[in-house]
Nanobody
Framework: QVQLVESGGGLVQPGGSLTLSCAAS????????MAWYRQAPGKQRDLVAA???????NYADSVKGRFTISRDSAKNTLYLQLNSLKPEDTAIYYC???????????????WGQGTQVTVSS
């Protein structure tokens, strides 16, 4: 059993900051790429940022220079620092991870339950 649990969402004013966390737990041998996605009402779920097990990162153009993705491999935890937030950043943010479990030989993709980020004055 593997779980991804996000935290850190909330209501923030435009220009403000938030830090999201995603903790992975369970029978985990190794975590490969981890990522944050977001889904606004009535829209599809889109990639925000991703980070490989080696630390390589990529970002959606809309968040470059404002958001920073990082991970603590020792704690199996993913982070997203959101700065200079805009109303259009309002969405549910989901954690995603490619995980190899001890009991399998193939990786599987797991999702967290999501955390709401609302940017409004």
């Amino acid at each position: 059993q593997v779980q991804l649990v996000e935290s850190g969402g909330g209501l923030v004013q435009p220009g403000g900051s938030l830090t999201l966390s995603c903790a992975a737990s369970g029978s985990i041998r190794r975590i490969y790429t981890m990522a944050w996605y977001r889904q606004a009402p009535g829209k599809q779920r889109d990639l925000v940022a991703a980070i490989s097990s080696g630390g390589s990162t990529n970002y959606a153009d809309s968040v470059k220079g404002r958001f920073t993705i990082s991970r603590d491999s020792a704690k199996n935890t993913l982070y997203l620092q959101l700065n200079s937030l805009k109303p259009e950043d309002t969405a549910i943010y989901y954690c995603n991870a490619e995980i190899l479990r001890y009991i399998t030989t193939n990786t599987q993709t797991y999702w967290g339950q999501g955390t709401q980020v609302t940017v409004s004055s």
